[in-house]
């Protein structure tokens, strides 16, 4: 369960964006990525409301980019989380 935060919560641990600006060698960045994140290389991310009781949303990147985002607003981000690794599982096995 991701933990309740302000902003969007990314499932991938760490971009080799990220790593680059943290003076880590992208090509090690881009291994541990793959290695950590079963889903790479698509990451999930997942908004939270914007007002007490509102609903979430959430974004899938394919190697940073936007690929998709939730054509509905989910009740909780649970469900949020679920309905969006339903989509990359998706996208998983759609690429062979």
């Not at 291994?31 to 914007?50: A, G, V």
């Not at 989380?81 to 989509?87: A, L, P, R, T, V």
Request: net charge positive.
């Amino acid at each position: 369960m991701l933990p309740f935060a302000s902003a969007p919560v990314t499932v991938s641990l760490m971009t080799c964006a990220a790593g680059a600006s943290l003076g880590l060698d992208a090509r090690l960045v881009r291994r541990w990525d793959m290695t950590i994140n079963p889903t790479h290389p698509f990451t999930l991310e997942i908004f939270p409301p914007k007002s007490p009781g509102g609903l979430y949303h959430w974004t899938i990147r394919k190697h940073g980019k936007l690929a998709q985002r939730s054509d509905r607003d989910l009740p909780s981000e649970a469900k949020a989380h679920e309905n969006g690794m339903k989509q990359i599982e998706r996208f998983l096995t759609d690429r062979g």
